[in-house]
């Protein structure tokens, strides 16, 4: 027949139960931190990586505008490598540009106002 429960063999069973409960959750948040340390140790990862990436990049153009540069030096024009097939580097020295640019441009801006007070003599 049915045996009366005691209080103590209650609160037992509750506690056994609990005791699931609580390693259930346990369970979950040590899952969840296992999450957050991959996504975080991942993220270092990805960032060391696209900086080396980067890094490899810049050093496969800075090789390309040398090469550039060193046919021009040799005696190419720009129009002849780009006849020959070779456009111009993607990157370029930008503070070469610059310095280029200005002088450059103050060139012609000089050649150009030459060239526009002399017309009206010339005429």
Do not use: C, Y
């Amino acid at each position: 027949m049915a045996t009366k429960l005691t209080t103590e063999e209650a609160i037992e069973r509750a506690r056994r139960l609990q005791e699931d409960r609580l390693t259930a959750v346990q369970t979950v948040a040590e899952a969840r931190q296992a999450v957050t340390d991959v996504r975080e140790e991942t993220a270092r990862e990805l960032a060391e990586l696209q900086a080396r990436i980067a890094d490899r990049v810049s050093a496969a153009e800075r090789d390309d505008v040398r090469a550039w540069n060193a046919a021009l030096s040799a005696g190419w024009s720009a129009d002849e490598l780009r006849k020959i097939g070779f456009s111009e580097p993607d990157k370029k020295a930008r503070t070469r540009r610059r310095s280029t640019r200005k002088t450059s441009t103050s060139t012609t801006s000089a050649a150009a106002t030459e060239s526009h007070s002399e017309t009206p003599h010339e005429g």
